[in-house]
């Protein structure tokens, strides 16, 4: 990708988008909104690098993307392309879009001292998770079953101490198996 210069010093990669904010077709009821940004300019060659500064939750290679989880909300930066789910309204929209093209630019602006990521951060396994739960499906964590428990946990929603019904050597274990993963 050539690098745009202007007056001889480096340019912003991502200058701008366009959006558009939606309710989900498959839940047109949803109070959330979800939001589609088409970029102005091609940010790809930037993606490695951002995913290597916001840790990203997969990568993938062709065509280039990375996704990410931020405040409860899953969100997917692809060359030419951001789409967020979840959001409250379009001012929410407008603020991660924005911290988003700061990110990208930053990124890129610095990418000599980054190391390109072209991997997403290891996840605990769901399974792993309810192995160790005590699949009585009580919701007492306030979800309908153990395994909606499981995948809370493997995205970051929950934590052991959120199941009431889990045992000490089970909370101590999954506690620390889920120590070795990053949940930012």
Not at 80 to 105: F, G, H, P, S
Request: contains cysteine; charged residues 25%; proline residues 5%.
């Amino acid at each position: 990708m050539a690098e745009k210069i202007e007056n001889g010093q480096n340019a912003m990669l991502f200058s701008g988008y366009t959006k558009h904010i939606f309710r989900p077709e498959c839940n047109p009821s949803f109070e959330s909104v979800h939001c589609m940004a088409h970029l102005n300019e091609d940010v790809s060659a930037a993606l490695p690098y951002l995913n290597t500064v916001l840790g990203g939750t997969q990568y993938f290679n062709d065509p280039p993307e990375v996704m990410f989880h931020h405040n409860g909300k899953i969100i997917k930066v692809s060359g030419r392309e951001i789409a967020i789910n979840a959001l409250k309204d379009e001012q929410e929209a407008d603020r991660i879009l924005e911290w988003l093209k700061t990110e990208i630019n930053q990124a890129w602006d610095l990418r000599a001292d980054i190391t390109p990521c072209y991997a997403g951060k290891t996840k605990p396994k769901v399974f792993e998770v309810l192995r160790l739960l005590p699949k009585t499906n009580c919701q007492k964590c306030g979800l309908p079953t153990c395994m909606v428990f499981a995948v809370q946990v493997v995205e970051g929603g929950k934590e052991a101490a959120s199941c009431p019904e889990l045992n000490k050597e089970n909370r101590i274990k999954l506690s620390d198996y889920l120590a070795g993963f990053d949940f930012d």
